[in-house]
Structure formats: C-alpha cells, structure tokens
C-alpha cells in the first residue's frame, strides 16, 4: 500500500476506484480488491500480453519520460508525431504552478487558446476560472492546468484516438513533474485517456478515481456546462468533492 493509499485510507476516503491495465476485461468501474493485512491484494486474472510496441514508438515514450519542464516545451513545440501539426498555429502545453497541488486536465485546445498558445482562455476558460474561484482556488496558485492533446483538433472536434495516443506521454510527463496530490478530469475525453477505458461522466460522478497513486475525480468541462446550465450544480457537487479530500488530504499529512 502506497502512502497517499494509506492516507485515503486514514480518510475513510478507500477505496480508490483503480482501473486495469486492460480495462476491457473488466467493469469500466471496478473497485480496487480490498487488500488483506498481510500487504497488497493480488489480481486474480491473468490477461495475455497484448502486442509490444513498434521500437520506434517505445523509444520515443522512454525520450520523453526522461525529459525535464525546458526539454519539454520544447519537444511539444516542436512535435509533427500526429496530424493535429497541420493545421495549428502553436503548440499549447500547459499553464500554472509546476509545484502544484491540483491538476485540471481537458481535452484540447480552442481557436483562442491555438491562438494565444495558453489552455482555457476563451469563454469554457472563463468559466473553469470562476469554478476555481468558487473553491477557493486560482490559476497559477498551486495549480496547473492542461490538456489531452497539446494541438488544437480542426473544428474543435473530438481528438482522434491516434492523436491522443501520440501526445499522452507529454501529459505523462507533466504528471510525473508536478507530482499533484490531485487530479481532475474535465470531460470524457480526459477521464478516458488517464483512466484508461470507456467512461460515462454522469456515472463517474462522485467516485474516487486512481491514476498511478493519485486520487482523480471525473467532472463535466466547462465548455460542456456553458451549453448544458443545469449541470452546473452537479459540477458544483463535484468541486465540492475535490476540495474536501484536497482538505483531508492535507490534514491527515501534517
């Protein structure tokens, strides 16, 4: 068991909700076995490998990996791995504290944020602004915000499964630097790729999710919410939820 694990634990917050590496051979929504007191619970299937990847492609996630915040930038700057380069005007990689505690995590960037080359600018940004106003929260003040894919997808439509494949270690990467003590996916696009499997929001709402020893919570994005009012509330739940174990969090690590 994990210290955050032990900690979540200490919350009455266990246990997290952690999902396989090959999800498709289990419930999108699994809970974590309850682990014995003699130390880690084990799995009790044993999926067959599935195809290694293309040595080119490995060396490329093992390059990144080893990349610090300068590498980065400019690696992501630089980046022609997946269409989504075409048609951009600037890499957008990310914005706020490198130190920080929170992590918000969206989709992609808009034609404002392609624009300006800074996630959440426009008018979903504006927004997500005044949902971390409400819990106390501010850009850049212990907190870092990104997204799945670094371009901007034509049309601000969906990010192919392709392109989020080729900028997930970038995010990886930015996850590992930051060490958050929390995570929050904004949208189903997000929740899915750090989660990775199929998720409905709605369901997912309320729950504790793992990435890699990180607590993670699933909400709906902004940009969802300005077409969608009613949901707002349930955002608001949502919110309310990551401030309270944040605040656990802290208090049972002192």
């Given amino acids: 068991m994990t210290r955050r694990e032990s900690i979540l634990k200490e919350m009455g917050l266990a246990p997290l909700w952690r999902l396989r590496e090959r999800p498709e051979l289990v419930s999108p929504l699994a809970p974590l076995a309850r682990r014995g007191e003699g130390g880690e619970g084990q799995r009790q299937d044993h999926p067959h490998p ?53 992590l918000f995590v969206g989709e992609g960037p808009g034609a404002e944020e392609d624009e300006r080359g800074e996630p959440f600018v426009g008018q979903a940004g504006q927004l997500l602004d005044a949902m971390l106003a409400a819990i106390g929260l501010q850009r850049g003040r212990k907190v870092y915000i990104g997204n799945v894919v670094k371009c901007r997808p034509p049309g601000n439509r969906t990010p192919e499964a392709d392109e989020t494949a080729a900028c997930f270690p970038y995010l990886q990467r930015q996850i590992e630097l930051i060490r ?75």
């Fill in 50 to 102: 599935g195809p290694l990847p293309p040595a080119g492609e490995e060396t490329r996630k093992q390059r990144i990996a080893a990349l610090g915040w300068d590498g980065l930038k400019a690696a992501v700057a630089d980046c022609r791995d997946c269409r989504l380069c075409e048609q951009r005007k600037q890499a957008v990689l990310g914005v706020g504290d490198v130190d920080a505690d929170w």
């Fill in 180 to 254: 958050p003590k929390l995570i929050v996916a904004l949208g189903k696009p997000a929740a899915e790729t750090l989660l990775d499997t199929e998720v409905k929001v709605g369901a997912s709402r309320g729950r504790l999710f793992d990435y890699r020893g990180i607590p993670l919570i699933v909400t709906y994005h902004p940009a969802y919410l300005l077409r969608s009012l009613p949901e707002k509330a349930k955002a608001w739940e949502d919110l309310c939820l990551a401030r309270r174990t944040m605040k656990e969090l802290n208090d049972v690590a002192r």
